[in-house]
């Protein structure tokens, strides 16, 4: 059977620390770190996500500036509250709960957040940074999956990485991270043919599709490290998109869905809130 990795515990022990490093930052410049969190409308798991993050500042140390706008907001003017929290000397890190709705591009919003503000990582600087393994902001979600991955004591170098999904926000900077990791890197996608042929073969599979339990058992070489990103809702559960209960079985180390990729992902996000709190101190 699979050993679990546990991304709450993992989470727990990073947070401490991140908690000593926001009171650090505190005493240092007599304010706390600050997380400014802009959602638009009201999709029901961005509320979900924002409330969670919301949280973690709080219980981190971290100052968190909440922005609820109505779905009906303009582009105009959000583009307006990014300006003004780009110049807000309180806010470290600016984070735009994603998908926004339709009339307002979500690629105009965020270019215009400050490359060193962007807390999420997915301004186009901090992504051709993950390119050119340079200094950055790394993406939440990616950089977690590599602590989640490093936390096995399994090295990561010379390992065939197989990812599936190729988002911009999960997929594609994961394999960059796990490639500067020295593993050997596949992406697959939705018109990859004969996808079982590379999960088969993967040392390290990250499954970040977004179809609830979509790769199953006999997908998964046996001893695999498998990372879960994926978060479904089946009859108002929450499912990964790694049939868990299969999967299991076969590999050696698993995460689990929910108390997995999640809790990592905001983990990561506090921490890229207190590194630019710092960066913009002492650079
Ligand atoms: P996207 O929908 O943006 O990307 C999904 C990827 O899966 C695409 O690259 C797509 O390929 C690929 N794909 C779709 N169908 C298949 C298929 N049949 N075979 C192989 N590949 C396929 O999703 P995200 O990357 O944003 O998210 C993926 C999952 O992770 C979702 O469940 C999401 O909710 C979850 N998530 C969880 C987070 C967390 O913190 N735990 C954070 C972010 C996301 P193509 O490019 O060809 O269309």
Redesign the pocket.
């Known amino acids: 059977m699979a050993e679990i990795i546990d991304g709450k515990a993992l989470s727990a022990s990073i947070r401490e620390d991140l908690a000593s490093e926001a009171k650090r930052y505190e005493e240092k410049y007599g304010r706390k770190a600050g997380l400014a969190v802009v959602k638009v409308g009201h999709d029901p798991a961005s509320e979900v996500y924002v409330r969670n993050k919301i949280a973690a500042c709080d219980r981190t140390g971290v100052r968190s500036f909440a922005y609820e706008l109505p779905g009906d907001e303009s582009e105009e003017r959000l583009l307006t509250l990014i300006d003004k929290l780009n110049d807000d000397p309180e806010v470290d890190g600016i984070l735009v709960q994603l998908p926004l709705p339709a009339h307002i591009s979500e690629k105009k919003v965020l270019a215009r957040i400050r490359p060193e503000k962007d807390a999420d990582g997915f301004h186009v600087v901090n992504a051709g940074g993950i390119m050119l393994g340079l200094p950055c902001t790394k993406p939440c979600?990616p950089a977690g999956i590599i602590e989640l991955i490093k936390s096995t004591g399994v090295s990561i170098a010379g390992k065939h990485a197989v990812v599936?999904?190729?988002?911009n926000?999960?997929?594609k900077p994961c394999a960059m991270l796990l490639l500067a990791e020295n593993a050997t890197v596949t992406v697959?996608?939705?018109?990859?043919l004969d996808?079982a042929s590379y999960t088969r073969s993967a040392d390290i599979l990250v499954a970040?599709?977004?179809?609830g339990r979509?790769i199953k058992g006999d997908m998964i070489k046996p001893g695999a490290i498998v990372i879960d990103?994926?978060?479904?809702r089946d009859d108002g559960k929450l499912c990964g998109?790694v049939d868990f209960r299969e999967a299991e079985k076969v590999a050696a180390y698993i995460t689990p869905v929910p108390g997995g990729?999640?809790p990592m992902?905001v983990t990561m996000l506090l921490k890229n809130t207190i590194e630019s709190a710092f960066r913009c101190r002492e650079d």
């Open positions: 979600t599936v999904g190729r988002s926000i999960v997929g697959c996608h939705s018109r990859t996808l970040a599709v977004g179809i979509f990103v994926g978060m479904n998109d990729v999640g992902t």
